[in-house]
């Protein structure tokens, strides 16, 4: 069994210049430009501008991960997607971003692609202190033909718009049984307008419910116990965490098309809608796609200048579908009108 405690502290963080330079910046600098004042980036390309990792190790002498997807994604109103067709309908929109930007667009694999239902519900104290703190917990059921497949999948994330602070957070459970991390640097829309990019990093483990053996799993002993990462926010003994808003939630998700960013750079595009079980109430869409790479010399500057100005234009051909300022699992959160704080 792994085990995680405490980061050792790093040093000052850096930056790496487009001519490759290293440029020390503060801490504000969190995405994949340069900061203003205001936290917003620069309206400047990000490209060649990604703040690296300061090097360091968890307690056990891992050392800190740096990011290997780079998922863009654009929050769509759900009024529109009432059938499959429709959507495949957000596809015509793809189209003339791509021929514009020099992206290959391929949708021929996946007018026959099955449509996949997920169920995931959302887990957190009644004050909301995991998602306060950029901690995100779920489930996820997928079901095939009506019925569940495979064990439940649990979902655990620390998400931050500060990359080394996210870097430093250990999400590893402490299981019996495997588990995967995966590390991502996300890419949306500013909050306020179209035609610029926010980032926010994050750091993910996901694993088999049947990994976890404790059947208490609704009480903060037994998470925090299962995820160190969270034992800083028990406040007290026996305190329990539940469903958040009580909503059990419903992802429609088709697989519509193959982006080719060129240099191997390919990504998986899909559309999603979440709607509340029961009484189907459409809750937010999405458009998603991420690029999953070993290492970040294979983002090449070629293709991530093409993949830059494919996602700002597709903002515009987009515009009538966009919902701004707003995630998925912050629309869960707000879902009865009681925000909790966002690092989002």
């Given at each position: 069994m792994q085990k995680s405690h405490a980061p050792v502290k790093p040093a000052?963080?850096?930056?790496?210049?487009?001519?490759?330079?290293v440029n020390p910046t503060s801490a504000k600098a969190t995405s994949l430009g340069t900061a203003t004042d205001n936290g917003e980036p620069e309206n400047k390309s990000w490209v060649g501008r990604i703040p690296h990792i300061e090097p360091g190790v968890y307690a056990d002498g891992l050392p800190y991960p740096d990011f290997n997807y780079l998922a863009f994604k654009l929050i769509l109103k759900p009024n529109r997607f009432i059938s499959r067709d429709s959507m495949f309908d957000?596809?015509?929109?793809?189209?003339?971003?791509?021929?514009?930007?020099?992206?290959?667009?391929?949708?021929?694999?996946?007018?026959?692609?099955?449509?996949?239902?997920?169920?995931?519900?959302?887990?957190?104290?009644?004050?909301?202190r995991l998602y306060n703190n950029s901690f995100i917990l779920r489930r996820r059921i997928t079901y095939v033909n009506g019925f569940p497949e495979g064990d439940p999948e649990i979902v655990f994330k620390f998400r931050n718009a500060d990359l080394q602070k996210t870097a430093e957070t250990d999400v590893r459970p402490q299981i019996q049984g495997?588990?995967?991390?995966?590390?991502?640097?996300?890419v949306l829309p500013l909050k306020e307008k179209l035609g610029g990019i926010r980032i926010l990093y994050s750091n993910n483990v996901q694993f088999p419910r049947k990994n976890v053996t404790q059947s208490d799993v609704l009480s903060f002993d037994v998470i925090s116990e299962v995820f160190p990462a969270l034992q800083s926010l028990k406040q007290k003994e026996g305190e329990r965490i539940n469903l958040?808003?009580?909503?059990?939630?419903?992802?429609?998700?088709?697989?519509?098309?193959?982006?080719?960013?060129g240099d191997g750079l390919t990504a998986k595009a899909n559309v999603g809608i979440w709607r509340t079980r029961g009484e189907h109430r459409p809750l937010i869409g999405e458009f998603a796609y991420q690029i999953k790479f070993r290492d970040r010399k294979q983002l090449t500057r070629e293709a991530m200048q093409r993949a830059e100005a494919f996602?700002?234009?597709?903002?515009?051909?987009?515009?009538?579908?966009?919902a701004l300022n707003a995630t998925k699992t912050g629309i869960v959160y707000r879902l009865l009108g009681n925000p909790p704080k966002s690092n989002e």
């Open positions: 000052k963080k850096k930056s790496i210049k487009p001519n490759g330079k957000f596809a015509k929109v793809i189209k003339a971003p791509a021929a514009e930007h020099g992206v290959s667009y391929n949708i021929s694999n996946y007018i026959d692609a099955p449509t996949k239902i997920r169920e995931i519900i959302f887990i957190d104290t009644d004050d909301f495997d588990y995967q991390v995966k590390f991502k640097c996300q958040v808003n009580g909503a059990i939630v419903e992802e429609v998700l088709q697989d519509i098309c193959m982006l080719d960013f996602f700002l234009s597709l903002q515009y051909s987009a515009k009538d579908w966009m």
